[in-house]
Nanobody, 122 residues
Framework: QVQLVESGGGLVQSGGSLRLSCAASGSTFSSYTIGWLRQAPGKEREFVARISRYGGSTDYADSVKGRFTISRDNGQNTVWLQMSSLKPEDTAVYYC???????????????WGQGTQVTVSS
């Protein structure tokens, strides 16, 4: 089991940047693929980015590719999501999740943080 806690969300203008953090406890990150997923009001939770167990491979949703960067430090049990060139459509609650296999399917993420709000104003 692993517990995940997100932080770093906030209010930013369009074109700005934010860096989200996901801190883990109760287990080690090396056991899991870690993903960032988001949920806008009235919409389903959607995949944003993922990083492999040791950080050697990353993947991104097409909507954020080139703007967001995911990274991890297993020694700190922490994953980050650097978000740049933010758009109003990026507004959502952002969650980090842990999965035993690499996947873009939210259903395969078995552990979740509480989420952190990201709001991008026009």
């Amino acid at each position: 089991q692993v517990q995940l806690v997100e932080s770093g969300g906030g209010l930013v203008q369009s074109g700005g940047s934010l860096r989200l953090s996901c801190a883990a406890s109760g287990s080690t990150f090396s056991s899991y693929t870690i993903g960032w997923l988001r949920q806008a009001p009235g919409k389903e939770r959607e995949f944003v980015a993922r990083i492999s167990r040791y950080g050697g491979s990353t993947d991104y949703a097409d909507s954020v590719k080139g703007r967001f960067t995911i990274s991890r430090d297993n020694g700190q049990n922490t994953v980050w999501l650097q978000m740049s060139s933010l758009k109003p459509e990026d507004t959502a609650v952002y969650y980090c999740g842990a999965a035993r296999v690499p996947s873009s399917n939210p259903k395969l993420y078995i552990y979740w943080g509480q989420g952190t709000q990201v709001t991008v104003s026009s």
